[in-house]
């Protein structure tokens, strides 16, 4: 069976699923939260994890990655592989 043959539903479908095992996978490693605000609403003093560990993999891993992901987002090499922007032009 190939991608075509699924059609559009289909594969909006497979998608659908990819994207939910994607955000379930982590719910053993961090709870699975992308927001930091919602994480420290719902887990803040929860046992297993101190406070220092919470702030560190919700706030300050939140934050360096964002700050981090605009650099790497103007590599030229990773425009290329998300964009497939054609290399400069040599004169």
């Known amino acids: 069976m190939s991608m075509a043959s699924l059609g559009v539903s289909g594969i ?7 994207a939910a095992q ?6 053993n490693f961090s709870g ?4 930091p605000v919602l994480a420290t609403a ?4 929860c046992r297993g994890h101190t406070n220092f560990e ?3 993999v ?12 605009v650099p790497i987002y103007k ?5 290329r ?7 400069p032009k040599q004169d």
Do not use: T
Request: glycine share 12%; net charge positive; proline share 4%.
């Open 12 to 18: 909006f479908m497979v998608g659908c699923c990819v």
């Open 22 to 27: 994607i955000a379930r996978l982590p719910f």
């Open 32 to 35: 699975g939260y992308f927001n």
């Open 42 to 45: 719902l887990k803040w003093g």
């Open 54 to 56: 919470h702030i560190i």
């Open 58 to 69: 919700y706030w300050i891993g939140a934050c360096v990655g964002a700050v981090l992901s």
């Open 75 to 79: 590599l030229p090499i990773v425009r």
């Open 81 to 87: 592989f998300l964009l497939g922007e054609d290399k």
